[in-house]
Structure formats: structure tokens, C-alpha cells
């Protein structure tokens, strides 16, 4: 799927990367949780090059409010290194599969001042070159209105579709068996007729009287 969105985009912006150093990367636009909660950031990666053993995703973070960007988790080589000492501190799990470019994290725990801007960034060398993504987080204490709204109509939509299908299914059985039943009867009507027209024509033989000696 994300191979796809990097493909569209790279149509849309009608240029083709140089395939020699291409990357370009993707994570979600914005992601809404609740207080508490643990909320899953998906980063992922397209790239002409076959997914090297030396692929490294990056993820920093940036407060609502601040200036600076602070580091939260590393993967190369292997191995995740994650933050230790900040404000995510054992907080930050690695759910990502690099054999696939998916370089995940997932935040537990979350708390209001957890609000900000997550940016992954990652390397397929020789594919170095490509600009970061980036994903804003929200945290509520309860499903934000419009979200539930949106939520809602999709559902609505689908069991909409749904319905529709399972009504259109039986009027097409109506239908079909209607014709099979209104073929059948006209079929029998007609070889009723033509028996009775048969009867009709058919007439016995005239009587002959003979005198008697």
C-alpha cells in the first residue's frame, strides 16, 4: 500500500527520482489517541534498491510548543536503541519489520504533554537521500467529535452498501424465479391448447344405414 502512495506521488509530482539514491518516505498525517492509551506511528519507506541489511530508521520529537527536536529511537544494524532518558523513557517500542521497510514504533502510556510532531526519517543505502515524514500526535480524554463522526458515516456508509447488496440480491432471485415461473405456466398453456385444438379437428366417421332384407 505505501508503495503505491510513494508511486502516486512520485506521478503527481511528475518527476522520477534518481533511482540510484531515491527514497522517499511516509508516515500518517495526524493520529488521535486517548489519555492512556497506546498508539501505534507507522513509518515506511519506498525505495528502488532491494532492502538492505544495513537499513536504519530514525524517529525524533518535538513538543507542542518547542524550538528543538529531541531523539527517541534509532534502529541500524540490527538493533533498536531506544530513548533511556527522555520523556518517553521505557515508553517506546519497536513494532516495525525493516525486512519490509516498515520501521513502526509504538507509544504506551500516553499523557497530554505527549502532543507533538513525530518525524521518521530513514536510510536504504546506497539510498540515503530523502526527505523525512513526519505524523502529528493528539491526545484526548475522550473520541474528538468530528472523529466520531467521521467514524460513524463510514460505518453508516458500509452497512448502507450492504444492504443495498443483500436487496438487490433478492430481487434479482424474485425476478428470475417470476420469469421461470411465468415461462412455465405460458409453456403449459400452450400445449394445453394445442391438445384441445387436436381434439377438435379429429372428427369419427359418418354412420352408414343399410336396409334390411
Known amino acids: 500500500m505505501f508503495t503505491l502512495l510513494a508511486l502516486a506521488s512520485l506521478v503527481l509530482l511528475g518527476t522520477v527520482p534518481d533511482q540510484s539514491q531515491a527514497i522517499v518516505i511516509y508516515t500518517g498525517w495526524e493520529r488521535h ?91 536504504n543505502p546506497p539510498d540515503i537521500v530523502g526527505r523525512p515524514s513526519s505524523v502529528r500526535l493528539l491526545v484526548f480524554e475522550k473520541v474528538p467529535i468530528q ?14 452498501l450492504l444492504v443495498l447488496v443483500v436487496v438487490i440480491y433478492y430481487l434479482m432471485r424474485f425476478l428470475v424465479a417470476r420469469r421461470v415461473f411465468s415461462l412455465s405456466v405460458s409453456k403449459h398453456g400452450k400445449k394445453k391448447k394445442e391438445g384441445s385444438q387436436q381434439r377438435q379437428l379429429w372428427t369419427p366417421p359418418p354412420l352408414t344405414c343399410y336396409p334390411l332384407p
Open 33 to 123: 489517541a486517548l489519555l492512556g492509551s497506546d498508539v501505534r506511528l507507522s513509518c515506511s519507506f519506498f525505495s528502488w534498491r532491494w532492502t538492505s541489511d544495513d537499513v536504519t530508521f530514525s524517529w525524533t520529537y518535538r513538543a507542542d510548543g518547542a524550538r528543538d527536536s529531541i531523539s527517541i529511537f534509532h534502529y541500524t544494524g540490527g538493533v533498536a536503541y531506544v530513548d533511556n532518558k527522555g520523556p518517553f523513557r521505557d515508553r517506546v517500542e519497536f513494532v516495525g519489520n525493516p525486512g519490509r521497510r516498515d520501521g513502526s514504533i509504538l507509544l504506551k502510556g500516553l499523557d497530554y504533554h505527549d502532543n507533538g510532531t513525530f518525524t521518521c526519517d530513514a536510510k
Open 147 to 160: 472523529a466520531g463522526v467521521i467514524t460513524g458515516a463510514i460505518v453508516g456508509v458500509v452497512l448502507g
